[in-house]
């Protein structure tokens, strides 16, 4: 069983900056790739970012390429989302998620285990 849990959510003012941590328990996580979600009121849940099992490899949607950025750090069971230049339509609940590909791919459906969210609030 893996748990995660997202925190540092808030209110951040458009072009300010935010860094988002998703903490895993369990013992799998060093082996998972893992990804970050989010979803707006009335929309669905879209990818965001993902990052391959060690680290190596990062992926983005283009709506937050060359904004965001992903880490981990396998030591902390933890990932990370640095979100910079932050824009109002980033405004969403934010998800972290436990891929069951060994190469992470941007369908939610890849992904067995996910956080509770953390609600980001992005003012213009």
């Known amino acids: 069983q893996v748990r995660l849990v997202e925190s540092g959510g808030g209110l951040v003012q458009a072009g300010g900056s935010l860094r988002l941590s998703c903490a895993a328990s369990?013992?799998?996580?060093?082996?998972?790739?893992m990804g970050w979600f989010r979803q707006s009121p009335g929309k669905e849940r879209e990818f965001v970012s993902a990052i391959t099992w060690e680290g190596s490899r990062t992926y983005y949607a283009d709506s937050v390429k060359d904004r965001f950025t992903i880490s981990r750090d396998n030591a902390k069971s933890t990932v990370y989302l640095q979100m910079g230049s932050p824009k109002p339509e980033d405004t969403a609940v934010y998800y972290c998620?436990?891929?069951?590909?060994?190469?992470?791919?941007?369908?939610?459906?890849?992904?067995?285990?996910w956080g509770q969210g953390t609600q980001v609030t992005v003012s213009s």
């Open positions: 369990g013992r799998i996580f060093s082996s998972r790739a």
């Open positions: 998620a436990a891929s069951i590909l060994f190469l992470p791919d941007t369908e939610a459906k890849s992904y067995d285990y």
